[in-house]
Structures are given as C-alpha cells and as structure tokens.
C-alpha cells in the first residue's frame, strides 16, 4: 500500500505498549511499523505514550503531561491490567476508558476507524502469578476486556484481541521476558501480526 508521505502513529498504554523487559525494537507497536513497512506503508516511528505501572486516569495524566499534536493516521489504545491488578472498579475503568478512546478518536482526527483497541493480556498465566488465583484473574480480566471491546464497538474503533494469544504463554516456550511477568518479543510479534490487517485496514479507511 505505497503513500506519498508519511504517516504518524500515536501509541497508549501501560508496560505492554512501553514494552517493559524487552528492547525498543521488540515492542510491539515498533514491530508493527516493520510490519507496516515491509508492505510499503510509509510510516514513522511510533510515538508511544506509556508508562509501566500506568492505570487508565494516569495514562489520561500522561497524555495531558506528552501533549502530542495531532491529526495522527493511526493511533492504538491498550490500558487496564493494572486496574485489573490493583482491585479498581470495572464501571470506573469504563467511564475512564471512554474517555481515553474519545481522546484516541480525536487524536485521530475524528476518525474512530483510525484508531486500534487492543485487549489486556492475562499476567495470570506467567510465573509473577504463581501461588495467585489464576482462575480469578482471568474471570477479571475477561470482564476488563469485556468493557473495552463494547467501548471500541460502540465508538466505531477496530479490536485486536491479544488475550488468546496471551494465554498461549502458558506452554509456549521464550514467550515471556526474563521479568517472569511481561510479554517477550517473540510474543509481542504475535500482536503485531495481530494488529497488521486491522492497521492495515484503518490506514485505507477515509
């Protein structure tokens, strides 16, 4: 898909979308840029908003901090498994994701088909959970997504569901990084591929 310019990507998120515990060059919103570009797409590198540790109203407060300037061609939205993990309320982690996915549309130019929602992973299945409720965990984190993915439907935004994947960590080996809780590369490169044809389709959408 050639382009005469090239276009901008804004990234959001927490430790998944910062790539906590591995290289900048094994995130994945970098590795779908590679993606991107080995298809033809001119495309920048991204620009990622993201912080470990980051809840949805803290993230908001990043942003505010960035103050990225806008329109960018594509822009992903990942945020919630630290209000997972921290006991927050899942209509509080609605009306907050809302509010961040219509800042995403805006930063977007107020086109919502040019914005990818990604699901959260389930930290439940690596080895920082051991000795945890992993059944909960998962039930939680299916609620969380659960929350996000109507949200994205309702705005218009694409959905990347990351979380089957994410689970396959459990007996896939060199899946997680060396941290025993976050995603390696080599997982992260399965978002990627993931993310690919929603981005794809995003950056042909008007």
Known sequence: M???????FLALGDSYTIGEAVSAEERWPVQLVGLLRARGVA??????????????????AGIDAANPQGPFDLVSLLIGVNN???GRDVEEYRREFALLLE?????????PGR???????????TGFAAGQDRAKIAREIDAFNAVNA?????AGARYV????????????????????????????????RLALPQARAALESP
């Open 161 to 192: 569901d990351v979380t089957p994947v994410s689970r396959r960590a459990a007996t896939e080996s060199g899946w997680i990084a060396a941290d025993n809780l976050h995603p390696s590369g080599r997982m992260y490169a399965e978002w990627a």
């Open 103 to 111: 800042r995403a549309i805006t930063f977007a130019g107020g086109r």
């Open 43 to 60: 495309i920048e590198d991204p620009l990622i908003i993201a912080h470990t540790g980051w809840t949805t109203d803290e993230l908001s």
């Open 84 to 86: 997972q993990y921290r």
């Open 115 to 125: 914005v990818l929602v990604l699901s959260i992973p389930d930290w439940g299945v």
């Open 2 to 8: 050639p382009t005469s310019h090239p276009l901008r």
């Open 150 to 154: 109507a949200e994205a439907q309702r």
